[in-house]
C-alpha cells in the first residue's frame, strides 16, 4: 500500500470522526490515546508497527490536533529515507509517551455510549467503525493478512466493543483526562537560594548562568529603589529563549521562576509548559479557550511555551494559531503585573517569529541564547548521572563515552539532541550491563555499581 493511500485512509477516518469532534471537542485526546493502542494491537501480531501504520497514526494525530509541524511530516514522508527514518522515530515516540503504563482497555467505547444516552445521538457505532475500518486497512497494508493479523483484528474488534459503567461521559471524560499526558506540566518553584545554586551547579551555560544572574541583581535592586520610594526602571520580565533541544532552556525557566518568586516579583513563581498543542484547537472559539485556561493556570507564574514558532506556520498558512497568539498577548497586557511568559526554540525560528508580530516584538525584548554542549560538557553531563544513580566507570568505559560523544558531536545537525541524548545513551548503557549482569550469579555491589567498556554502545 502506498504513502498516498495510506493518508487517504487516515484522512477517510479524521472526515467521520470530525463531527464528533465538533460536537465535543474534548473527546479528541481520548480518540488519540485509544487509537494508539489499536495501532500497537495491530503490530503485535507481526512483531513491529510499520512504516504505513505509523503513517497513518502520524496523519490522524496531525490533523485532529490541527498541527502544521507533524502535517508537513506526514506529507514529507516519503521525500528521503533520513526523513522517514527521524519522521517514524518521532511518531513512535508519541505513541509510547501515550500509552505508557497504560492498560490496553479502551474508554472511548464506554464514554460514547454513555455520551449517547445522555444526549439522544448516535457516535459511537459510527467512530467504533470508522476505527475498526482503519484497523482493518492497516492490517492488509502489506497486501499479506496472517492468522496472527486476523487473532489482532479479533482483539481489536473486542476491545472497541467492550463498555465499562459510567455515571456519567463526564466521569469517563474526568478519568481520561487523568490518563492523557497533560498539555500543560506544571513545576512548583523552589526557594530563591536553591534556585541560584542549581543554576551554579549546572553544568556549561555559562553565558546564561551570567545573564540570570545580571538579571536578578537588577531587579535586586530595582526592589529596594522601589522600598525606598525611588524612581524604579520599568522592567519586562517576559523572555525568549532560543536554541537547540537538550540544552536546558526548561530548567532555566523553572528556576528563573523561583528566582521571580524569591525577589518578590511573582506571588508563586510555579513554571506551566505547554507548546502549540496545548495552545491551539481545531473548532472555531476553541483555541480561546484554551489559551485562557493556561493562562490562569500560570498567573503569578510563568507561562513556557515550547517550540513557540509553531503558532505561526512559515507558510503563512491560516490557522488557529494566530488565534492563539493574539488571546496571548491580551492576556499578557491583562496580567501584566502577575504573568510571565517564556517562549523558546530553535534560534532562527524564534527569531522569525518574533519579528513577524509587531505585538510579539513590543512585549518581549529580553533574549537568552542556548548553545549546544561541547564534547567535554557533554561527558559531564554523562558522569554527573552515574554519580546520582551510583554507578561507576572504569577509565576504559571513560574514555569510550569521551569518544563516542565527540563523534556523534562533530556529525551533528540542528536536531543534535544533547542533554537529551546524554540520558538516552546512560540509558541504554545501563540496559547493556543489565543485559550482562543477568547471568552471573553473585553480584556484589561493586560489580553492580561498575559500568566497564563493553556496556558502553558501540555505535551512535
Known amino acids: 500500500m502506498s504513502s498516498r493511500v495510506v ?8 472526515k467521520a470522526l470530525l463531527p464528533l469532534l465538533m460536537a465535543e471537542s474534548r473527546i479528541a485526546d481520548l480518540i488519540l490515546l485509544d487509537l494508539a493502542k489499536i495501532v500497537q494491537v495491530c503490530g503485535r501480531s507481526k512483531g513491529e508497527i510499520s512504516s504505513n501504520e505509523l503513517l497513518a497514526y502520524l496523519t490522524v494525530y496531525a490533523l485532529i490536533k490541527q498541527d502544521p509541524e507533524k502535517l508537513n511530516a506526514a506529507i514529507n514522508w516519503e521525500v528521503s529515507a533520513e526523513n522517514r527514518l ?22 472511548l467505547p464506554s464514554v460514547l455510549n454513555q455520551f449517547d444516552q445522555e444526549k439522544g445521538t448516535n457516535y459511537l457505532d459510527t467512530a467504533v467503525n470508522a476505527i475498526y475500518k482503519f484497523a482493518q486497512v492497516m492490517t492488509k497494508a502489506d497486501g499479506n493478512v496472517t492468522l496472527s493479523e486476523i487473532d489482532s483484528l479479533a482483539i481489536a474488534w473486542k476491545l472497541l466493543h467492550t463498555y465499562q459503567p459510567l ?32 543554576l551554579n551547579d549546572l553544568i556549561g551555560l555559562d553565558n546564561i548562568k551570567e545573564a540570570v544572574r545580571t538579571l536578578a541583581n537588577f531587579l535586586k535592586v530595582q526592589k529596594i529603589r522601589q522600598e525606598r520610594g525611588m524612581a524604579t526602571t520599568p522592567v519586562s520580565l517576559h523572555a525568549v529563549f532560543g536554541g537547540p533541544p537538550g540544552t536546558g532552556k526548561t530548567t532555566v ?5 523561583s528566582i521571580y518568586k524569591g525577589l518578590e516579583f511573582l506571588q508563586k513563581g510555579q513554571l506551566v509548559e505547554t507548546d502549540r498543542a496545548g495552545m491551539v484547537a481545531g473548532y472555531i472559539g476553541q483555541t480561546a479557550t484554551k489559551v485562557d485556561e493556561l493562562v490562569k493556570t500560570a498567573l503569578d507564574g510563568v507561562l513556557f511555551i ?10 503563512g498558512g ?8 493574539d488571546v496571548l498577548l491580551k492576556r499578557m497586557e491583562d496580567y501584566r503585573d502577575r504573568l510571565v511568559v517564556i517562549v523558546a526554540g530553535y534560534t532562527d525560528e524564534m527569531s522569525n517569529f518574533i519579528e513577524s508580530n509587531p505585538g510579539l516584538k513590543s512585549r518581549f525584548n529580553r533574549y537568552f541564547y542556548f548553545s549546544d554542549y561541547t564534547p567535554e560538557e557533554l561527558t559531564a553531563i554523562f558522569n554527573k548521572l552515574c554519580a546520582k544513580s551510583h554507578f ?14 565527540e563523534q556523534l558531536y562533530l556529525n551533528r545537525d540542528r536536531t543534535f539532541g544533547n542533554a537529551r541524548l546524554v540520558r538516552n545513551l546512560f540509558e541504554k548503557t545501563i540496559e547493556r550491563q543489565a543485559n ?8 556484589p555491589d561493586e560489580v553492580l555499581t561498575t559500568l566497564l567498556l563493553e556496556d558502553i554502545p558501540t555505535q551512535p
Open 167 to 198: 455515571a456519567s461521559y463526564e466521569q469517563g471524560l474526568t478519568q481520561s483526562a487523568i490518563a492523557f499526558p497533560n498539555a500543560a506540566k506544571i513545576d512548583p518553584p523552589q526557594s530563591y537560594e536553591a534556585a541560584l545554586e542549581e
Open 392 to 405: 561507576t566507570l572504569t577509565p576504559e568505559a571513560q574514555t569510550q563515552i569521551y569518544t563516542l560523544l
Open 253 to 257: 525557566a523553572r528556576l528563573v521562576g
Open 7 to 14: 493518508k487517504k485512509e487516515a484522512n477517510h477516518l479524521y
Open 318 to 325: 491560516s490557522d488557529f494559531g494566530q488565534e492563539a497568539i
Open 436 to 443: 550482562r549482569l543477568a547471568v552471573l550469579s553473585a553480584l
Open 306 to 315: 515550547d517550540e513557540a514558532y509553531a503558532l505561526s506556520p512559515a507558510d
Open 86 to 107: 527521524q519522521y517514524q522515530k518521532t511518531t513512535l515516540q508519541i505513541l509510547l509517551s501515550l500509552t505508557e503504563k497504560q492498560p490496553d482497555q479502551l474508554m
